[in-house]
């Protein structure tokens, strides 16, 4: 049995909707942060999949700018997660309401 573009792209699928049911769904800060992250690779596998498909290094290098935009944004969201957990205490989106401190 060989794996087709069509398997790549229904796991990419797959953890897309993973990904969007972890935001749509939890409160927790960081594991919103981690369903983002995995929407991000989920878009990678299509890209590169794609990319394969037509024979073209195009999706690949598009592919690496979304996993160095992925790292800063986990850098970004990583400092100012630690910022509201010593101010508010809590990571919990419910109970964080304003961005004053």
Known sequence: MTIT?????????????????????????????????????????????FSNLHQQVSGQVFALFVIAVAAAEAAVGLGIVLALYRNKETVNIDEITVMRW
Do not use: K, Y
Not at 18 to 28: A, F, K, P, S
């Open 5 to 49: 573009p069509g398997h790549w792209l229904a796991l990419s699928a797959a953890l897309f909707t993973i990904g969007l049911i972890g935001v749509l769904v939890r409160r927790n800060l960081i594991i919103i942060f981690m369903a983002i992250e995995l929407m991000l690779n989920a878009g990678n596998i299509a890209l590169v999949t």
